[in-house]
């Protein structure tokens, strides 16, 4: 069984979406491992973000994730990284198919309603940095 960290954003929460979402996984079979609102700060962020944090668009970036609580989650299941990313459909929403996501909800590379891990490796990583031990069941 694999993990994979999960990140309702703003607009994901913006537009009411996070049952629908949400709902999408379990029917998928999934497991929630933890699940919680949190404001995630500019620290935090700059952390999650690294690979980019230098890039031009790092700071409306920052703005966008920070603006409104969001719903961060660990999942486990069989194969759950490639099927959550096959789920989602591509990063940049207006490339994803109908019946995606981002495809459904999603509006651009950015607000795309949903974060998820690219890897088994960066799922473990993303969860110790969103969850604190304790957190997470299962």
Do not use: W
Request: glycine share 8%; hydrophobic share 45%.
């Amino acid at each position: 069984m694999q993990k994979t960290m999960i990140i309702f954003k703003p607009d994901c929460m913006e537009k009411k979406l996070a049952g629908t979402v949400l709902d999408r996984f379990e029917r998928a079979g999934f497991t929630i491992l933890g699940i919680k609102m949190m404001r995630l700060a500019p620290e935090l962020l700059r952390e999650h973000y690294a690979h980019v944090a230098d890039m031009p668009f790092y700071p409306a970036l920052e703005r966008f994730m920070s603006s409104r609580p969001v719903i961060v989650m660990a999942l486990e299941g069989r194969d759950v990284v490639a099927r959550v990313r096959e789920m989602l459909g591509p990063t940049d929403a207006t490339k994803a198919p109908k019946g995606t996501i981002r495809g459904d909800f999603g509006t651009s590379s950015t607000v795309n309603v949903v974060h998820a891990s690219d890897s088994v490796e960066n799922g473990a990583i993303e969860i110790a940095r969103f969850f604190k031990p304790g957190e997470i069941f299962g």
